[in-house]
């Protein structure tokens, strides 16, 4: 059983459409991270939400941590081609865990 | 431009083989994990360490893997011996939170 569970799992949108991808637990985090790997790379950090109910905007993407510390969303607004990776939520508690993961294509 | 390094940067050897992957993790970093994805269970904490200490590596198989920190520049993962259900690609992520990671380009493992 994954503590975070990530929906969609696949997604695959034509560029200039907006998406959003959830990362969800039963499970109450100090701090909720997203990361975005590319193939062949590592997973990259994008963004730290701390407080519930924080909203952080990254350029085109969107942050925000549920109220409840226990969620987390990430929306994209007109994705780019470059957008395209395996999007990782993790969350920080008493220890550290990341999500099943949402692989994105974006197609030209 | 720091970053977290890891070598070798590919290997593929034969089932019962010692494997040894190494990681330097970024210059006053005092934070450093161990991982391991595949495509079927994905991003896997195997262990971590601060201040050259493990702290948890619950994650690890303890009869084949190993890890350690013989100083603060050089973390290791020692697989032996190996099999083939270990093939995964291995990331090195160091930082000065738990919450902060900065991951190195990882070890892809092939074991035949």
Same mark, same amino acid.
């Given at each position: ?5 990530q929906?969609p799992q696949f997604l695959s ?5 907006? &998406? =959003?991808v ?7 985090? %100090? /701090? !909720?991270?997203?990361?975005?790997q590319?193939p #062949? ?19 085109? &993407? =969107? ?8 969620? %987390? /969303? !990430? ?6 081609? #470059?957008?395209t990776g395996l999007y990782l ?11 099943t993961g949402t692989s994105l294509t974006?197609?030209? | ?38 495509m ?73």
């Open positions: 059983t994954q503590l975070l569970e929906s949108i034509q560029e200039g459409e907006n &998406l =959003t959830y990362c969800n637990s039963s499970s109450v985090f %100090s /701090s !909720l991270q997203w990361y975005r590319e #062949g790379e590592g997973p990259v950090l994008l963004v730290t939400v701390v407080t519930g109910g924080e909203v952080k905007k990254l350029k085109r &993407l =969107t942050f925000q941590f549920g109220d409840a510390r226990k969620d %987390s /969303s !990430l929306h994209i607004t007109a994705a780019q081609t #470059g957008d939520c993790a969350g920080a508690g008493n220890q550290f865990y990341f999500g974006v197609i030209p | 431009d720091a970053r977290v390094t890891q070598t070798p940067r590919h290997k593929v050897t034969e089932m019962g083989q010692e494997v040894t992957m190494r990681c330097q993790p970024i210059l006053g970093h005092n934070t450093v994990f161990w991982y391991r994805q595949t079927m269970q994905g991003l896997e904490l195997l262990a971590y360490f601060r201040n050259r200490a493990p702290l948890d590596d619950s994650g690890m198989p303890k009869d084949r893997f190993s890890a350690e920190m013989p100083d603060a520049t050089l973390a290791t993962l020692k697989i032996q011996p190996s099999e083939p259900r270990d093939s995964a690609v291995y990331f090195c992520a160091s930082g000065q939170r738990t919450d902060t990671q900065y991951f190195g380009p990882g070890t892809r493992l092939t074991v035949l």
